[in-house]
């Protein structure tokens, strides 16, 4: 069977403007919050992305009519059936696990089949799993494939988490909207993500205020009307091609971003010594290696965020000395490293902590084990002296909208091939 590979010819200079999508991780819950709703929805700023036509087709099994047109969904739940998902969509989608919250709201009980997704090592619900508990769900997971939570009713509950964790949070504000009496979640993530969750929630009727903060509050309704929401930019979509810029670009113009929601590495590329000019929602970035070497930590939000942990990577081989990336939210999420020394980098990864020397890249035949790893592969490739091939390319469709064309248009030497 013939498998789609990316490849890269390295050492152009990029030069253009990016449109940034709507942000994958609103998306993901979005949609699911969606069937939610008594009256017709409409997203509007999706990204195009496998990730969103999963979802959509996850709708679908539930006798729900969703249009997915250019960036627009339209979601109509009038015929709406709680039916089980115990199959290969939710194997394939990690952030499917916001079926469970929405449709415990929607149905108080659902059956559905264990998330999937990138492998980032132990990334367990249990946090979920507590607050769905918390709110009076029974879950039985007496199967070893899905899952089934019930309630008779759901009531209201002071939850805290004991690490903080966006999922978790999103989910159970998904399921609290529509408990009796008052949630209140503790120690909650701030993504802007949250954020932009709990305004669609509130825009079809939902009580919840917090959202951002470390504490989110939310007074149960007895029903969701429909509403129009569009989805915020996407911050790592941004981050990735800032960074994109900075190892291989002229003059780069990115729009449609919130440049609050990249502050974090945008501090960081400035550490480093590149040129970045920021306007109200884009920013010019220019590269101007070689650079000054730095540490990076991932942090929860408004840290650095693990997703740009990888992305970030291939611009420190351009600095001046050694640099050091501590991963604190998902200690493995460094797979990125052997395939970076096929390319002849100089770079090692030890209890959470990579250390990554100035080198000249070489093209080679690398793995994309995980969505950002993809992207860390691409921005070497960029950099690299001959052409790299990337295998596993679907990682990378999951969460970038069209990169190759992107890119392509921007001055890369990148195309697609079809390899036995």
Same mark, same amino acid.
């Given at each position: 069977?013939?498998?789609?590979?990316?490849?890269?010819r390295g050492?152009?200079?990029?030069?253009?403007?990016?449109?940034?999508?709507?942000?994958?991780n609103?998306?993901?819950?979005?949609?699911?919050?969606?069937?939610?709703?008594?009256?017709?929805?409409?997203?509007d700023?999706?990204?195009?992305i496998?990730?969103?036509?999963?979802?959509?087709s996850?709708?679908?099994?539930?006798?729900?009519?969703?249009?997915?047109?250019?960036?627009?969904?339209?979601?109509?739940?009038?015929?709406?059936?709680?039916a089980?998902?115990?199959n290969?969509?939710?194997?394939?989608?990690?952030a499917?696990?916001?079926?469970?919250?929405?449709?415990l709201?929607?149905?108080?009980?659902?059956?559905?089949?264990?998330p999937?997704?990138?492998p980032?090592?132990?990334r367990?619900?249990d946090?979920?799993?507590?607050g769905?508990?918390?709110?009076?769900?029974k879950?039985?997971e007496?199967?070893?494939?899905?899952?089934?939570?019930?309630?008779?009713r759901?009531?209201?509950a002071?939850?805290?988490?004991?690490?903080?964790?966006?999922g978790?949070?999103?989910?159970?504000?998904l399921?609290?909207?529509?408990?009796?009496?008052?949630?209140?979640?503790?120690?909650?993530?701030k993504?802007?993500?949250?954020?932009?969750?709990?305004n669609?929630?509130?825009?079809?009727g939902?009580?919840?205020s917090?959202?951002?903060t470390?504490?989110?509050?939310?007074?149960?309704?007895?029903?969701?009307?429909?509403?129009?929401h569009?989805i915020?930019?996407?911050?790592i979509?941004?981050?990735?091609?800032?960074?994109?810029?900075?190892?291989?670009?002229e003059?780069?113009?990115?729009?449609n971003? *919130?440049?609050?929601?990249?502050?974090?590495?945008?501090?960081? !590329? @400035? =550490? &480093? #010594?590149?040129?970045?000019?920021?306007g109200?929602?884009?920013?010019?970035?220019?590269?101007a290696?070689?650079y000054?070497?730095?540490?990076?930590?991932?942090?929860?939000?408004?840290?650095?965020?693990?997703?740009?942990?990888?992305?970030?990577?291939?611009?420190?081989?351009?600095?001046?000395?050694?640099?050091?990336?501590?991963?604190t939210?998902?200690?493995?999420?460094?797979?990125h490293?052997?395939?970076l020394?096929?390319?002849?980098?100089?770079?090692?990864?030890d209890?959470?902590?990579?250390?990554?020397?100035?080198?000249?890249?070489?093209?080679a035949?690398v793995?994309a084990?995980?969505?950002?790893?993809?992207?860390?592969?691409?921005?070497?490739?960029?950099?690299?002296e001959?052409?790299?091939?990337?295998?596993?390319?679907?990682? *990378?469709?999951?969460?970038y909208?069209?990169?190759?064309g992107? !890119? @392509? =248009? &921007? #001055?890369?030497?990148i195309?697609?091939?079809?390899?036995?």
């Amino acid at each position: 069977m013939a498998q789609e590979v990316i490849k890269i010819r390295g050492g152009q200079k990029l030069k253009g403007k990016v449109e940034i999508s709507g942000a994958k991780n609103s998306s993901v819950a979005i949609i699911p919050a969606a069937l939610m709703a008594e009256s017709p929805v409409t997203l509007d700023g999706l990204p195009e992305i496998s990730d969103v036509e999963t979802l959509v087709s996850l709708l679908e099994d539930l006798n729900i009519k969703a249009a997915l047109k250019d960036r627009t969904l339209s979601i109509d739940t009038t015929d709406i059936k709680n039916a089980p998902l115990p199959n290969n969509k939710v194997e394939s989608l990690r952030a499917s696990y916001y079926m469970m919250g929405a449709m415990l709201g929607r149905f108080n009980k659902c059956v559905i089949g264990l998330p999937g997704g990138c492998p980032l090592g132990p990334r367990p619900i249990d946090q979920h799993i507590k607050g769905f508990k918390a709110l009076g769900a029974k879950i039985d997971e007496s199967n070893p494939t899905s899952m089934k939570l019930e309630a008779e009713r759901l009531v209201g509950a002071n939850i805290y988490l004991d690490i903080v964790s966006v999922g978790a949070t999103i989910n159970i504000m998904l399921a609290a909207t529509r408990a009796e009496g008052q949630t209140i979640i503790e120690n909650a993530a701030k993504e802007p993500e949250v954020v932009d969750v709990a305004n669609f929630l509130n825009s079809m009727g939902a009580k919840i205020s917090g959202a951002g903060t470390s504490s989110i509050k939310i007074t149960g309704v007895s029903s969701l009307s429909g509403s129009r929401h569009s989805i915020i930019p996407d911050r790592i979509e941004a981050g990735t091609y800032m960074c994109i810029a900075a190892a291989s670009g002229e003059e780069m113009v990115i729009d449609n971003i *919130i440049p609050e929601h990249v502050e974090p590495l945008t501090v960081k !590329l @400035k =550490e &480093l #010594g590149v040129k970045i000019e920021t306007g109200d929602d884009y920013m010019v970035v220019k590269a101007a290696a070689p650079y000054k070497s730095v540490d990076i930590k991932t942090l929860v939000y408004p840290g650095f965020a693990t997703d740009l942990q990888q992305p970030i990577t291939p611009l420190l081989f351009l600095a001046d000395g050694p640099s050091f990336v501590t991963e604190t939210i998902y200690p493995e999420r460094f797979k990125h490293v052997p395939e970076l020394q096929n390319m002849k980098a100089a770079i090692t990864a030890d209890q959470g902590t990579a250390t990554i020397k100035p080198s000249q890249l070489v093209g080679a035949d690398v793995y994309a084990s995980d969505l950002r790893a993809g992207a860390c592969l691409i921005i070497a490739g960029l950099i690299a002296e001959g052409v790299t091939t990337i295998y596993n390319v679907r990682h *990378i469709y999951r969460g970038y909208s069209n990169i190759v064309g992107t !890119l @392509k =248009e &921007l #001055g890369a030497d990148i195309w697609i091939e079809q390899q036995a």
